[in-house]
């Protein structure tokens, strides 16, 4: 599905915080209604009673009835989602829910959205600051710091990484930093969404040698499962040093960012084993291809099986994500059953990359010709936005925007025929050299690795 709304306009929705969006479609509606003017309730009048004696405000009393109504659209709600929380997770790949976007599943994109925004606010870019790449806040307030008390989930581990990559001119290897973090649903939250949710949730790239991982653009075997390496299963190197990587000298982790994911999931999985458990992994730009990187990982080595040996749902929702690998890590993830729904802005040229030249669209990927393993592949259900500013380009990966545009209760299609065209004129009219040359030297990396030079 596409949805073409301009960001620099002001939404005409309500935009209402993560623990507010219990009431999705017709909830919003009857919050917007409480939140109104005085002007389109009942008139400031007062009437009479039975009783001469007792007079009643009608303005307060539409109030009360209009939050009892409200109440009872989210129980409502709340119950839906319980009842239908596997078709909302990706169980029949989205079907029926993307093209119109379904009101439940909008809610639940906005709330994983909102999860993945408060890693970018609470990461310390301060050099001066004790906690400099690192989270500002401990876990137990980290949510509420961000203005998410109310989110519904409790912090269990912070997630740690460093690639193993070396910046041009540096003198020491890059430090470990803060990359997101792992959640469970709290109990009453439990009873809203049908299910005991475990959330991890990833940022995307900020410092220079995430930014180096991003462009290396080179395949190579992920070998999760020691029993079975699987050759044609391939995944960006860059990505893959980020998430496999470890600095034994970091105080605050113990191993790699992959270690320190299975070691916490799985904990939680055998502790809830008892109940429903579903498992969603959530991530904007790099955060996405980690995310993905984790859900593969996880159901490769089935270490997503509770108690009765039944399979845990495996969902990753991607903000603004690149390709993370070949058709073999596409096929695979299929094959073991990873969820995976691609919210991107059609003008986003991240998520073209890599793969602008050797991509799933490419000739030799269906030919199955001998370069074809080296044809990068997205995963999953793409919903397609259209939003461009052309003052801040940037904002086209903003992820702020992202979700600002799907809280706007307004969505319109926008034709296939024509995004790439947009796309490329976007990046082909930047004024920005940047740009340029790191879409031109990704190209010529792509072609001689194709080459085999």
């Known amino acids: 599905m596409a949805v073409n709304l301009p960001v620099s306009q002001p939404s005409s929705g309500l935009c209402v915080k993560p623990h507010q969006q219990r009431g999705h479609g017709s909830t919003a509606a009857a919050m917007a209604a409480v939140a109104a003017p005085p002007s389109t309730f009942a008139p400031q009048t007062t009437r009479l009673s039975a009783d001469p004696s007792i007079a009643v405000n009608t303005k307060n009393t539409t109030l009360a009835a209009t939050v009892a109504m409200t109440e009872r659209v989210t129980k409502k709600n709340d119950e839906t989602l319980a009842s239908m929380w596997r078709e909302i997770q990706g169980t029949g790949n989205w079907a029926g829910l993307v093209e119109p976007l379904h009101p439940l599943l909008r809610a639940e994109i906005v709330r994983y959205g909102e999860l993945v925004a408060a890693t970018y606010k609470a990461f310390d870019l301060d050099t001066c600051s004790k906690r400099y790449l690192n989270c500002k806040y401990g876990k137990a307030r980290m949510l509420e710091a961000m203005g998410m008390a109310g989110a519904g989930y409790d912090v269990t581990r912070y997630i740690y990484a460093t690639p193993d990559i070396a910046l041009p001119g540096a003198a020491e290897p890059c430090p470990i930093r803060w990359i997101g973090y792992v959640a469970v649903a709290s109990d009453e939250t439990v009873r809203r969404l049908g299910r005991r949710d475990i959330v991890v949730s990833f940022r995307g790239t900020v410092t220079g040698s995430e930014w180096v991982a991003n462009m290396m653009s080179s395949l190579e075997q992920a070998r999760f499962d020691p029993s079975d390496p699987r050759p044609d299963v391939k995944v960006e190197s860059g990505f893959l040093s980020v998430y496999t990587s470890d600095d034994a000298t970091c105080r605050f982790t113990c191993g790699s960012c992959r270690n320190q994911l299975l070691s916490e999931v799985t904990r939680l999985i055998n502790k809830y084993r008892q109940e429903d458990i579903s498992i969603t992994l959530a991530g904007h730009s790099m955060g996405s291809s980690l995310a993905l990187l984790f859900g593969y990982d996880l159901a490769e080595l089935g270490l997503n099986r509770d108690g009765g040996g039944d399979t845990v749902p495996i969902t990753v929702y991607s903000f603004a994500g690149p390709r993370v690998g070949n058709a073999g890590f596409k096929n695979r993830c299929d094959e073991l059953g ?91 009219q930047q004024s920005f050299d940047t740009w340029r040359w790191q879409m031109a030297a990704i190209q010529v990396g792509e072609l001689v690795q194709a080459m085999g030079l």
């Open 338 to 428: 990873v969820k995976v729904l691609r919210v991107v802005n059609v003008n986003d040229p991240i998520t073209k990359l890599p793969g602008i030249f050797l991509n799933e669209n490419f000739l030799g990927a269906r030919l199955e010709l001998p370069w074809s393993c080296a044809c990068y592949t997205h995963v999953g259900v793409e919903l397609a936005l259209d939003f461009f500013k052309a003052r801040d380009p940037a904002c086209v990966h903003d992820l702020e925007s992202y979700i600002g545009l799907l809280k706007c209760p307004k969505i319109a299609k926008v034709k296939r025929e024509h995004l790439l065209s947009k796309a490329m004129k976007f990046v082909l």
